[in-house]
């Protein structure tokens, strides 16, 4: 496939690594923030390829991981109640809540079904009337515009029987929120190319110069990766901390502002628990004044907010960077996709699922427990 | 495509292969035979050819600096 395929080559990869060791002094820790790019560092060796010096932790950019236990518990309540369908992204369905998740929910006779697009929710409203069908929209600014035509749409077409369940977060403020922290260990970021592809850059310029931090906005294939680190690693050794642009063939400064526009008229800026993270203030999007009428909440009741249960799953510090994977003790022993301990394991978005798809039980015996 | 209100602008995505029916409402500017970056059934970006060469130019760049000896891409 075009711009793809050409973005994988193993030769120009080696040549931008081989920059990139050349260019290093000293060691550096940069954050990759989407879970996508931690997939495709994971899976082509990206992290094996760079010197030992550069190090990649892996950010927050899993929406699944991130939204909160109690969301996941009120779309199983919704699901289960007579007369509901309950629409979801696929990969919602096994994310575990404080009991059980949404497959069980479906096994259980609750009416679960999972979507492609919200578009495909509001098909199912239009096509049972009698039926309250509510969508679970979760995700990052790359998700909200879709999220965000499916309210629209429904309060022009007046459509009665559809709402959102709204649990959006927003990528920034968890940036700062992990700049802030006081096990803080990213000195650059490599940015999420699709959040930026809608927002633009420019929220961005801000945090680079508060923080002193250079920030990369960077696409999802091998070559856009490897190009974003020698781009960062060159500012950290320049001692320049600037936005720059990796993924220009998609990214504008501006972002996509017809997307921007309805996202403001549908959405509000609001507090948000991150699961495993905590509450970051204006971290979230919730459903404006406008479309309160489309707020599932309003119709099934306030989702309250709950504490992460205590165990052994440390998928909070995988989530903020500072634990690996394969630093786990439970990694690819009790924590398995078969049986995930937490969600960064559940998701295919997830940091650890990444490990265990790609490197697997092998990589995990090598560690020294 | 379709054409008439502009929020309800589709277009059939080829995506190598597999066709499908793609919201425009994000990129009124997107012609028959552009690239676009599709997530959750929308397009939310129209790919630019001649920055997507960058990467591309980069490369080579680097190649003449580091003095690497030309590699087949």
């Given at each position: 496939m075009k711009y793809r395929d050409e973005y994988r080559d193993g030769p120009a990869a080696r040549r931008f690594a081989e920059a990139i060791a050349r260019l290093v002094t000293r060691p550096w820790t940069l954050m990759e923030v989407c879970g996508g790019q931690t997939h495709a560092i994971v899976r082509y060796g990206i992290d094996e390829l760079l010197p030992p010096s550069v190090t990649l932790v892996h950010g927050p950019g899993c929406p699944v991981c991130v939204t909160p236990v109690e969301f996941v518990d009120k779309a199983i309540e919704i699901a289960l109640r007579p007369g509901t369908i309950l629409c979801s992204?696929?990969?919602?369905?096994r994310v575990p809540g404080s009991r059980g998740d949404l497959l069980g929910a479906k096994a259980r006779g609750g009416d679960v079904r999972f979507v492609y697009s919200p578009l495909d929710a509001l098909t199912i409203a239009r096509a049972e009337p009698e039926r309250e069908v509510v969508f679970f929209a979760v995700g990052f600014e790359t998700t909200a515009p879709a999220n965000a035509m499916a309210a629209y749409r429904a309060k022009r077409d007046g459509l009665a029987n559809f709402s959102l369940l709204v649990s959006h977060v927003l990528v920034p403020p968890a940036m700062r929120a992990i700049l802030d922290g006081p096990d803080n260990r990213v000195q650059g970021f490599l940015a999420a190319g699709h959040v930026c592809t809608v927002?633009?850059?420019?929220?961005?310029d801000p945090i680079a110069a508060r923080y002193r931090v250079p920030i990369v906005v960077t696409g999802f294939e091998p070559l856009d990766i490897l190009e974003g680190v020698l781009l960062c690693v060159r500012q950290l050794e320049q001692g320049r901390a600037a936005v720059e642009n990796q993924y220009s063939r998609s990214v504008r400064r501006g972002g996509n502002a017809p997307a921007q526009e309805l996202m403001s008229e549908v959405f509000t800026v609001i507090p948000r628990r991150w699961r495993g993270i905590g509450t970051i203030a204006e971290s979230g999007l919730g459903l404006s004044a406008a479309y309160a009428a489309f707020d599932a909440e309003r119709r099934f009741g306030a989702v309250r907010a709950q504490d992460d249960a205590a165990g052994e799953c440390l998928s909070g510090l995988v989530l903020r960077g500072e634990r690996k994977p394969l630093e786990c003790p439970a990694f690819a022993t009790r924590c398995t996709p078969e049986h995930p301990l937490g969600v960064t394991m559940v998701s295919s978005e997830g940091a650890c699922a990444a490990y265990y798809r790609y490197r697997g039980v092998a990589a995990a015996k090598e560690l020294v427990r | 495509m379709t054409e008439g209100d502009p929020l309800l602008r589709t277009g059939q995505v080829d995506f190598g292969g597999i066709v499908k029916t793609i919201n425009l409402a994000y990129t009124p500017e997107a012609r028959i035979g552009d690239y676009v970056l599709v997530h959750v059934g929308f397009a939310i970006a129209v790919i630019d050819e001649r920055e997507a060469e960058r990467v591309f130019e980069h490369l080579r760049e680097i190649g003449e600096l580091l003095d690497l000896p030309e590699q087949r891409a």
């Amino acid at each position: 496939m075009k711009y793809r395929d050409e973005y994988r080559d193993g030769p120009a990869a080696r040549r931008f690594a081989e920059a990139i060791a050349r260019l290093v002094t000293r060691p550096w820790t940069l954050m990759e923030v989407c879970g996508g790019q931690t997939h495709a560092i994971v899976r082509y060796g990206i992290d094996e390829l760079l010197p030992p010096s550069v190090t990649l932790v892996h950010g927050p950019g899993c929406p699944v991981c991130v939204t909160p236990v109690e969301f996941v518990d009120k779309a199983i309540e919704i699901a289960l109640r007579p007369g509901t369908i309950l629409c979801s992204f696929g990969d919602m369905l096994r994310v575990p809540g404080s009991r059980g998740d949404l497959l069980g929910a479906k096994a259980r006779g609750g009416d679960v079904r999972f979507v492609y697009s919200p578009l495909d929710a509001l098909t199912i409203a239009r096509a049972e009337p009698e039926r309250e069908v509510v969508f679970f929209a979760v995700g990052f600014e790359t998700t909200a515009p879709a999220n965000a035509m499916a309210a629209y749409r429904a309060k022009r077409d007046g459509l009665a029987n559809f709402s959102l369940l709204v649990s959006h977060v927003l990528v920034p403020p968890a940036m700062r929120a992990i700049l802030d922290g006081p096990d803080n260990r990213v000195q650059g970021f490599l940015a999420a190319g699709h959040v930026c592809t809608v927002m633009g850059t420019r929220e961005y310029d801000p945090i680079a110069a508060r923080y002193r931090v250079p920030i990369v906005v960077t696409g999802f294939e091998p070559l856009d990766i490897l190009e974003g680190v020698l781009l960062c690693v060159r500012q950290l050794e320049q001692g320049r901390a600037a936005v720059e642009n990796q993924y220009s063939r998609s990214v504008r400064r501006g972002g996509n502002a017809p997307a921007q526009e309805l996202m403001s008229e549908v959405f509000t800026v609001i507090p948000r628990r991150w699961r495993g993270i905590g509450t970051i203030a204006e971290s979230g999007l919730g459903l404006s004044a406008a479309y309160a009428a489309f707020d599932a909440e309003r119709r099934f009741g306030a989702v309250r907010a709950q504490d992460d249960a205590a165990g052994e799953c440390l998928s909070g510090l995988v989530l903020r960077g500072e634990r690996k994977p394969l630093e786990c003790p439970a990694f690819a022993t009790r924590c398995t996709p078969e049986h995930p301990l937490g969600v960064t394991m559940v998701s295919s978005e997830g940091a650890c699922a990444a490990y265990y798809r790609y490197r697997g039980v092998a990589a995990a015996k090598e560690l020294v427990r | 495509m379709t054409e008439g209100d502009p929020l309800l602008r589709t277009g059939q995505v080829d995506f190598g292969g597999i066709v499908k029916t793609i919201n425009l409402a994000y990129t009124p500017e997107a012609r028959i035979g552009d690239y676009v970056l599709v997530h959750v059934g929308f397009a939310i970006a129209v790919i630019d050819e001649r920055e997507a060469e960058r990467v591309f130019e980069h490369l080579r760049e680097i190649g003449e600096l580091l003095d690497l000896p030309e590699q087949r891409a």
